[in-house]
Each structure stands twice: as structure tokens, then as C-alpha cells.
């Protein structure tokens, strides 16, 4: 019933902009450049129907994590928290994961990579890291958007089976380029990456669009996402995707009702007959994936 019922938005932020610098921000994202706080989101989440929500990190900070369980304090139908964590550094992160594990409401780590090397995913040093957080049944969210850091995500997943491992914004697919599902040049690499890690049964996905999409695109198209989520799905299946807003960097073309409306409808158009499997879509993944409470 839990599965049917609970509906979770999977991936969204708070931060207050003068005090969570966001190096990832430009002059192209002048709309984020201002406070995400819990009494900004409630009421598009009781437009929704949504239940409850992870909250994710957005700034590789300490100080981030404080932030983050006292919003969840003021929220309570904030039901995990996305902790950051200083993977990179594994001594460090080490301490740090001694503290997290203190707090029952953080269901996961991640630190940002965005397009750098990420051949230390897989160094010993960070694997027996890894090993630590699935003994302490944390999660990783990791968005990889490079074949290469998509072939690390894959090696920590076979070295760490035990590991739960949950890709953000769909892996980054071509969205930006607007191309047709049949054009192979451009959805080629993607296509194979989502089928390559798709095999690997301890990673999960999130039907979302990050930042750098919403960048490129100059108006939101809903559309767009039909190829690559029916993609994900064929090779993740419904136990192992969930739908996630990306609020509020979703606001820079659509606002959150919105977004989540559209995402639940290409939902649908993937799986139009199959309730289970949407209502896994909406809440039922993202309960078990990180063992959230309803």
C-alpha cells in the first residue's frame, strides 16, 4: 500500500544564496541568485499531492550538512536528506561520515564533479570508502556526465555491490541538442551508457533534467524527455527510476508544480497502463532506494 500511496519528489534544494557560495551558478542562472527556503516550496508540494521529498546538497561545504538537517527540521515532510561528503578525500570524508551517521534523517552522500576527472572513484582508498557507506545503508547520488565518469560510476558499482548507487537527471542525455530519438550520432553514446548501467542491479536513476539542460535549452519542452525516459526505463525499470523536480533549478523554465506535472505525464506516456509501475515512478523507488519512513 506504502508504494501506492506515498508520493516522494526524490531531488531538490534550499540554500540561501549570500551564504552557500555555488560555484556551478553563472551569470546565466540571475534567477537562482536568491533564497530557496522550505516556505517557498510547501505550497507547490500540496498542489501536487507530494508527500515528502529529498532534500540534496548544492555546495561542497561542511556547513552544508548543518544547513541542510535545519531545514529539514523546519520541514517535516523533508523524509531524507543527501548529505554532502568529501569523496576525493577519504580520511576526511571518513571523519565526517562518523558524524552523519548520528542522523537518521541522511539517506545519502555526494560531492559535485561536474565534468572533472573521476579516476579516484575507483582508487582502494575511496572503494573501502564506499564499503563504509553501504555497511552505514547510505546511498550515493552521482550525476555522471562523461563517458569516462560514467565507466567509474560502473566500477565502484561491480566493486561495492552492496553499494546503492543512484544516478541524477537521467545521466545527462542529449537533451540540449533537441535530437530526434532516431538520431544515433547524437543519442548513440548516451543510449549505450543508460543500457551499459542499466546491467548493474545496485543503480537506480532519477527522471529529472539538471543544470546544464536547463541551460542550453531556451524554453522547456516536455517532449523532449519522452525518448530518454522511455530509454531509462526499458533498461532501469520502473523499481529503479524515480521522478525528481530538481527544484528550484528547475525554475529556470518551469516552475515546480509545473515541472512535476509534465515529468509524471512522461511518466505515464511510457507506461500507460501500468499503475504499479507509475506509482513506483512517484514515491515507491525513492522509499526503497533510501530507506525513507513514510
Known amino acids: 500500500m506504502m508504494d501506492r500511496t506515498f508520493t516522494v519528489d526524490a531531488h531538490h534544494h534550499f540554500w540561501r544564496s549570500a551564504r552557500q557560495p555555488q560555484p556551478w551558478r553563472t551569470s546565466h542562472h540571475a534567477i537562482l541568485a536568491r533564497d530557496f ?25 561542511p556547513e552544508e550538512n548543518e544547513r541542510m538537517l535545519a531545514y529539514a527540521a523546519q520541514a517535516p515532510w523533508v523524509r531524507g536528506v543527501v548529505a554532502w561528503l568529501p569523496l576525493h578525500d577519504p580520511p576526511t570524508a571518513r571523519a565526517l561520515l562518523a558524524e552523519l551517521r548520528a542522523h537518521p534523517l541522511i539517506r545519502g552522500v555526494r560531492c559535485l564533479i561536474g ?22 545503508d547510505l546511498a550515493w547520488d552521482i550525476v555522471p556526465v562523461t563517458e569516462a ?25 542529449p537533451l540540449d541538442a533537441m535530437a530526434t530519438g532516431g538520431d544515433h550520432e547524437v543519442w548513440g553514446p548516451w543510449r549505450d ?4 548501467l542499466g546491467r548493474l542491479p545496485n543503480l537506480a536513476l532519477k527522471l529529472s533534467v539538471g543544470i546544464d539542460v536547463l541551460t542550453t535549452w531556451r524554453t522547456w519542452s516536455s517532449a523532449a524527455l519522452h525518448h530518454p525516459a522511455a530509454h531509462a ?62
Do not use: C
Not at 551508457?193 to 551499459?196: D, E, K, L, N
Open 193 to 196: 551508457r543508460i543500457a551499459a
Open 115 to 136: 565534468r572533472d576527472d573521476a579516476e579516484w572513484l575507483t582508487a582502494p582508498a575511496t572503494l573501502a570508502l564506499f564499503r563504509e557507506l553501504a555497511d552505514a
Open 149 to 173: 565518469q560514467a565507466r567509474q560510476v560502473a566500477g565502484v558499482a561491480e566493486a561495492v555491490p552492496q553499494l546503492r548507487v543512484i544516478i541524477d537527471h537521467l545521466g545527462r542525455p
Open 37 to 61: 527556503e522550505p516556505a517557498d516550496l510547501e505550497p507547490a508540494l500540496k498542489d501536487s499531492g507530494i508527500d515528502g521529498t529529498v532534500l540534496i546538497q548544492s555546495a561542497d561545504l
Open 233 to 294: 526505463l526499458r533498461h532501469f525499470g520502473a523499481h529503479r527510476v524515480m521522478l525528481a523536480s530538481n527544484w528550484p533549478v528547475i525554475t529556470l523554465h518551469r516552475s515546480h508544480s509545473g515541472a512535476w506535472n509534465d515529468l509524471s505525464e512522461v511518466a505515464r506516456h511510457a507506461l500507460p497502463t501500468d499503475e504499479r509501475a507509475l506509482a513506483a515512478l512517484r514515491g515507491g523507488t525513492a522509499m526503497r532506494w533510501y530507506g525513507l519512513k513514510p
